[in-house]
């Protein structure tokens, strides 16, 4: 059971350049999110989705898009990367139904992305 | 929109010594609180809630947070710690009805011998 997978695990991208952050779950949860993670910042919602073709911004959401044609998928895409962009990327699931929230995000390991 | 603040960045303390992080949170709804841990170079995990019932919550391996209404608080404790504890801990809020966690800003234990 791999629960949730990132990749890349590392990238570099210059200004200007445009990338896609691939997540997939394998656990057949509704709900999906995209977090950045600075130092001393915690962690920023980007965007989330809680089901397949819904989707809606969370904190940061400006320079970044999302699209969630599948349960299992949820890329994140950078376009126009610019330095400020520069984080690890957290992609997130979890599964919830009215009456059986449990709280719990399960976590890939993270996308170290540097902008140059 | 509800916040969360972690006062202490860093928390320093020696094994087998106590730990108290602590953990305030701004809502004026029900809400549903959270202890995340991040190992080094890992995705965070969660490592207790409180959701309803007994506000004394408590992790497989000996952390326990409590539940203060009055003090909008949910500090995180353990009586005795160990090098392996050593790791950056997040406190998180949700608002009841709402699908989104607010993390805090963390705090970084590190456990020294």
């Known amino acids: 059971n791999a629960g949730v997978t990132q990749t890349p695990k590392f990238r570099i991208l210059k200004i200007g350049q445009s990338m896609t952050l691939q997540c997939t779950q394998d656990?057949?949860?509704?709900?999906m999110y995209w977090y950045r993670q600075d130092p001393g910042m915690g962690l920023k919602l980007i965007y989330y989705?809680?089901?397949?073709?819904?989707?809606d911004k969370g904190e940061v959401p400006n320079g970044y898009n999302v699209s969630r044609s599948t349960t299992e998928d949820f890329p994140l895409r950078l376009e126009l990367a610019a330095p400020s962009q520069t984080s690890v990327y957290f992609c997130?699931?979890?599964?919830?139904?009215?009456?059986?929230?449990?709280?719990?995000?399960?976590f890939g390991e993270g996308s170290r992305l540097t902008v140059l | 929109a509800q916040s969360v603040t972690q006062l202490d960045s860093q928390v320093p303390v020696f094994e087998e010594a106590p730990v108290e992080l602590r953990c305030n949170y701004s809502?004026?709804?029900?809400?549903?609180l959270f202890w995340y841990v991040q190992y080094p170079n890992q995705g965070l995990q969660l490592l207790l809630k409180?959701?309803?019932?007994?506000?004394l919550v408590k992790s497989i391996n000996g952390f326990e947070a409590e539940f203060n209404k009055s003090q909008t608080s949910f500090h995180l404790r353990k009586p005795s710690v160990h090098i392996s504890d050593t790791a950056e801990y997040f406190c998180?809020?949700?608002?009841?009805?709402?699908?989104?966690?607010?993390f805090g800003t963390g705090t970084q234990l590190k456990v020294e011998l």
């Open positions: 997130a699931s979890s599964y919830s139904t009215t009456g059986t929230y449990t709280g719990e995000l399960f």
């Open positions: 656990m057949n949860h509704n709900y």
């Open positions: 989705s809680v089901g397949a073709g819904i989707t």
């Open positions: 809502s004026s709804v029900s809400v549903y």
């Open positions: 409180y959701l309803s019932g007994s506000t």
């Open positions: 998180a809020v949700k608002r009841g009805g709402g699908n989104k966690l607010t």
